[in-house]
């Protein structure tokens, strides 16, 4: 059995355990469903916030109207975003976290600090991380950010070339997030270019 063989089964098995979790399912409204998409060879790995209440009951990732401006963004087709030979996707929070009185709640903080690390683990291909939402920012660009005021989304997003190679960090694709776009037009000029460019120069 080869190297590469062995690290598939064994992410196999980790993707299994982590299906299975139920540590937060006392503070989950409808119940744990972890959603999470990826394979050892992927490129490109999607971090956002958590699953919403479509995804959670079809179990696919970002099947929803801010996928479809995700896929937009990133000029792929569907059948080209769910291929997780090439794009991965682990959420801060593996579970609908439910709603609450201006949308989603919050992604549950236990999935990162639990799975992450394994998962990434078994990923030594990924050369681009996108981080979507301020959840995602937050947690993985808090090294670079060492000793600096915290930083807003929209000056996160300013500053992506600073993030570059390694990571790129984008607004939530929501239709929540209308206004924002609408506001920040540099954001489609500057940013969603290079994104579409760097996506399909690790897909093909």
């Known amino acids: 059995m080869t190297d590469k063989l062995i690290a598939s089964t064994a992410l196999d098995h980790l993707l299994t355990e982590?299906?299975?979790c139920d540590v937060c399912e006392a503070h989950l409204p409808h119940g744990p469903r972890p959603v999470v998409?990826?394979?050892?060879?992927?490129?490109?790995l999607i971090i956002g916030q958590?699953?919403?209440?479509?995804?959670h009951e079809?179990?696919?990732?970002?099947?929803?109207?801010?996928?479809?401006?995700?896929?937009?963004?990133?000029?792929v087709s569907r059948?080209?975003?769910?291929?997780?030979?090439?794009?991965?996707?682990?959420?801060?929070g593996f579970c609908y976290p439910g709603t609450g009185k201006s949308g989603d709640l919050p992604p549950r903080k236990e999935c990162a600090e639990l799975?992450?690390?394994?998962?990434?683990?078994?990923?030594?291909?990924?050369?681009?991380?996108?981080?979507?939402?301020?959840?995602?920012?937050?947690?993985?660009l808090k090294t670079q950010e060492k000793g600096s005021k915290p930083l807003s989304l929209t000056n996160r997003v300013k500053r992506w070339q600073y993030y570059m190679p390694d990571y790129l960090p984008l607004p939530h694709p929501?239709?929540?997030?209308?206004?924002?776009?609408?506001?920040?037009?540099w954001f489609a000029?500057?940013?969603i270019p290079v994104l579409q460019q760097r996506t399909q120069k690790l897909l093909n």
């Open 50 to 55: 958590a699953p919403g209440r479509r995804v």
């Open 115 to 140: 799975w992450h690390q394994k998962l990434l683990d078994y990923m030594p291909n990924v050369e681009l991380t996108l981080l979507i939402g301020q959840y995602a920012q937050k947690y993985y």
């Open 37 to 44: 998409h990826m394979a050892t060879t992927a490129t490109l």
């Open 79 to 92: 059948e080209q975003f769910y291929d997780q030979s090439k794009i991965a996707i682990m959420p801060m």
């Open 18 to 20: 982590v299906k299975a």
């Open 189 to 191: 000029d500057e940013v």
């Open 58 to 75: 079809s179990g696919i990732p970002w099947n929803d109207p801010s996928g479809d401006r995700l896929r937009q963004w990133l000029n």
């Open 174 to 185: 929501s239709p929540r997030n209308q206004m924002w776009l609408k506001k920040n037009g």
